[in-house]
Nanobody, 122 residues
Framework: QAHLVESGGGSVPPGGSLRLSCTASQDTYSTYCMGWFRQAPGREREGVAITGAGGTDYARSVAGRFSISRDDIERTLYLRIDDLKPEDTAMYYC?????????????????WGQGTQVTLSS
């Protein structure tokens, strides 16, 4: 059964950093394309980062500040967030097996977790 569990969210001051983690079950991690999308209240899902056979890609809004990586031995996906901005406040979801391994495609994955909240503190 597919299973993704995120952790690492929290309240961070402007310009701060976080590292989100996502541990996947064997069945889910065998799907090579994985990534992260986020959703703020009242807004649509926004793909932020993907990693797959073609490499990594990022949304323009986060390029240079976000970094996606994976540990295949631990079956864990990471998202490093640097220089946190107000627009980064959202629930962040780990996702796997999208219809297309793209920033847009990761917003409609076959599997996703329960999410972890990232908030910019004042």
């Amino acid at each position: 059964q597919a299973h993704l569990v995120e952790s690492g969210g929290g309240s961070v001051p402007p310009g701060g950093s976080l590292r989100l983690s996502c541990t996947a079950s064997q069945d889910t991690y065998s799907t090579y394309c994985m990534g992260w999308f986020r959703q703020a209240p009242g807004r649509e899902r926004e793909g932020v980062a993907i990693t797959g056979a073609g490499g990594t890609d990022y949304a323009r809004s986060v390029a240079g500040r976000f970094s996606i990586s994976r540990d295949d031995i631990e079956r864990t996906l990471y998202l490093r967030i640097d220089d946190l901005k107000p627009e980064d406040t959202a629930m962040y979801y780990c996702a796997a097996d999208p219809p297309l391994c793209t920033i847009k495609g990761i917003t409609h994955p076959k599997y996703w977790g329960q999410g972890t909240q990232v908030t910019l503190s004042s």
